[in-house]
């Protein structure tokens, strides 16, 4: 999500893209905590579904995150400046807009550790999701 201070752990990456465009180019990062990429929550949305290049093979589960991670405006610019292919391909097609659109949902059931009987005065309660989506609960509890 687009916001005016980023993910510092995310910073570390992008601060690096000047240094590489194109597939093949490295720079070594000395100090990255995957872990601190994330969103501080333990709350998340599961569903089965399918990779997103050809031949879109049914085999993934996605999980979504209840709260986003940002990036600059400026970050932003920089990953859509990456190219896809080697130098020597100079020709390749820019790493932006290589996106899937959204496909049907076709009854697939959409899992979630949310908790919608927690009271809004609980430590635990979740305010930005809402039962109205109808969420199924699954088992899972945070550690």
Same mark, same amino acid.
């Given at each position: ?10 910073? @570390? ?7 590489? %465009? !194109?597939?093949? &180019? &490295?720079? /070594? ?5 995957? $872990? ?6 333990? !709350? ?10 050809? $031949?879109?093979? &049914?085999?993934?589960?996605?999980? @979504?995150?209840?709260? /986003?991670?940002? @990036?600059?405006?400026?970050?932003? !610019? ?44 609980? &430590? ?9 989506? !109808?969420? %199924? $609960? ?6």
């Amino acid at each position: 999500m687009l916001g005016d201070l980023s993910n510092p752990e995310l910073r @570390i990456l992008t601060d690096h893209l000047d240094m590489i %465009k !194109y597939s093949g &180019e &490295e720079v /070594p990062v000395k100090r990255l905590s995957v $872990a601190d990429l994330l969103p501080a929550t333990h !709350y998340y949305m599961t569903y089965d579904g399918s990779t997103t290049v050809p $031949a879109c093979h &049914e085999t993934v589960t996605w999980l @979504i995150l209840n709260k /986003p991670i940002y @990036i600059t405006k400026q970050q932003l !610019y920089s990953l859509r400046g990456l190219m896809q292919g080697s130098k020597k391909n100079q020709g390749m097609a820019p790493l932006g807009n290589n996106f899937r659109p959204p496909q049907p949902l076709h009854n697939r059931l959409v899992r979630t550790n949310i908790d919608f009987n927690l009271r809004k005065d609980d &430590e635990k309660y979740c305010p930005s999701m809402h039962k109205d989506v !109808y969420y %199924k $609960a699954n088992d899972w509890k945070p550690h």
